[in-house]
T-cell receptor, first 114, second 111 residues
């Protein structure tokens, strides 16, 4: 069974640009969560989607957005990039049927903003 | 506020010894706790989880202990191996389903 797949693996952008990251969950999983990981802040929750609807949201500005498609694949978008957006962006999937359940993470997209 | 913290940022152990990684959480309403291992260049990998109605759970070479009285969580790794070298994160599950992660402890295993 394939794991969580994130593309691209690496991205380099400049300030002011926008970026779209993609995530394919484990087959059958309907929940997709996104996390930002930085050395200073650790893993911070961005948002969670379930059945194409945003179910939870973290404390990030509106420049960070996401969506989920009918096949459970998800994308997240960051507009007007800032230097501080440089981070590893992790996607995780789960069945989504329990209030709390283990998440399965992808290898992440390493975003560098210059 | 919501926070999950780790007592030690780094831990160095001898191969074959047991490792204990500690974690403190602040939200007494949390009812789910989970440990992840993250190796360089990879995403976090699930190790073991525990719900608040339990105080101990064992896996293969790993044991998680939960002390709700002092809001403390620990991960014990038996017979630590070089392949166990990684950063270990604890996380608590809040109502609403999101996981709040601690800062992580780097475990280094000396041969």
């Amino acid at each position: 069974k394939a794991g969580v797949t994130q593309t691209p693996r690496y991205l380099i952008k400049t300030r002011g640009q926008q970026v779209t990251l993609s995530c394919s969950p484990i087959s059958g999983h309907r929940s997709v969560s996104w996390y930002q990981q930085t050395p200073g802040q650790g893993l911070q929750f961005l948002f969670e989607y379930f059945s194409e609807t945003q179910r939870n949201k973290g404390n990030f500005p509106g420049r960070f957005s996401g969506r989920q498609f009918s096949n459970s694949r998800s994308e997240m978008n960051v507009s007007t990039l800032e230097l501080g957006d440089s981070a590893l962006y992790l996607c995780a999937s789960s069945w989504g049927t329990a209030t709390n359940e283990k998440l399965f993470f992808g290898s992440g997209t390493q975003l560098s903003v210059l | 506020g919501e926070s999950v913290g780790l007592h030690l940022p780094t831990l160095s152990v001898q191969e074959g010894d047991n490792s204990i990684i500690n974690c403190a959480y602040s939200n007494s309403a949390s009812d789910y706790f989970i440990w992840y291992k993250q190796e360089s260049g990879k995403g976090p990998q699930f190790i073991i989880d525990i719900r608040s109605n339990m105080d101990k759970r064992q896996g293969q070479r790993v044991t998680v202990l939960l002390n709700k009285t002092v809001k403390h969580l620990s991960l014990q790794i038996a017979a630590t191996q070089p392949g166990d070298s990684a950063v270990y994160f604890c996380a608590e599950g809040l109502q609403g389903g999101k996981l709040i992660f601690g800062q992580g402890t780097e475990l280094s295993v000396k041969p």
